[in-house]
């Protein structure tokens, strides 16, 4: 019986319509792509935006203090973004225009004042500091503490306490390796430090080598920990996954194209860690954003019915554009300084734990799809195309940004 009244409206002009519905199974990865899911999955990468505009890593530095019988030498190594942060950050800025973030001076009077040593209670105050540039994207402080009482105590004998304010003048959740040994290399104690936990406190026994080596343990567990961070923080990279999830159609497709991404920054990580091959980090941060708004736009073309090699082989742009994000997952790895033995240990943790951050965001998003499911709504075209356009123009912003930040154009 037709309904009194006219016609209903077109679908398209309705306004959301929400229906329970018994759970389906998943018969293939294409409604992934349902349209209500990705509605919410873009409004968090444009909340992600006014969050993080530059969605870059917060960043990773490096402690190694080195403990001898009659001095304490520390060195810090910092990225050259994170040197300018530091400095920005309080009453050191004053003079660092004209010298585009580098003052030796201001920076060794931070370090003086914010990363502090006590020996037992007792704070050491730094004899000597001196701040210089290790490349043109590192910059190093070392310290020089003398031990009170150098020659009434030894070296079996004492405890140690490291604490560093300097997360205070540094990006919401940048963390640095400390590493403390004796000066014959014998590992003493290491961690990762962050905001919430700026402090290390050990005894100082006589160490055997032995026993030494097997405290690193630890440490490389704590990689693990700083590769699985690392792609969750990075918002960029997260959304260039999620990208390519857009233009998977099935199962099939979908392993291949995560393979490829995870076969090609792998590649590039372990060559960019062990000193094989350098991008430097502005033009990087470019391209990276350009390799988003090119994926942007490839979903915007595959929406409207027409096809290229990206639509029809995402593997071959995932394995393309995973080579560069393989050095921007490296940026901070390679900085640390560690020892030539302890590289491809930590590369392995490290890199093991940015595939399970990277599996972790794709399975929680295809768990989340399916939940979604038990929900049929109708959704106005405009919101059916909102995904690709929000992929395509926050890769837009960061490429005129980043752009801009490498012309000199913005600092």
Known sequence: MAPFGPGPPDARDRPPIILLRPWPAMNSIAPFAGIYFRFYISLFFLISLTLDAQAHDPGLSSAQVTVGNQQIDVLLGFAQRDVESVLAAGKDSADTNTTKGFAAIQLESVATKEFRLFWGKQRAIPSQSTARRKDTQNVEIS????????????????????????????????REFLSVQTTSGAILGEAMLSAEENSLQIDLPEVPESTADSNKSHSFFAFLKLGIEHIWLGVDHLLFVFGLLLLVKSRWMLLKTVTAFTVAHSITLALATLGYAHLPGPPL??????SILILGIEIVRSRSGKTSITTLHPWIVAFAFGLLHGFGFASGLSA??????????????????????QLSFVLLILLLERSFRQLEIHWPRWVQALPGYT?????????????????????
């Open 143 to 174: 310290l020089r503490f003398q031990r009170p009482n150098s020659g009434q105590l030894r070296l079996d004998s004492g405890q140690l306490r490291l604490v560093s304010s300097l997360f205070e003048r540094l990006p919401l959740g940048h």
């Open 336 to 357: 640390l300084g560690l020892p030539a033995a302890d590289i491809p240990l930590a590369l392995v943790m490290f890199n093991v734990g940015v595939e399970i951050g």
């Open 391 to 411: 992929v395509g123009s926050l890769g837009a912003f960061w490429t005129i940004q980043r752009a801009a930040m490498l012309l000199g154009i913005i600092p």
């Open 285 to 290: 941060n470019t391209a990276i954003a350009f």
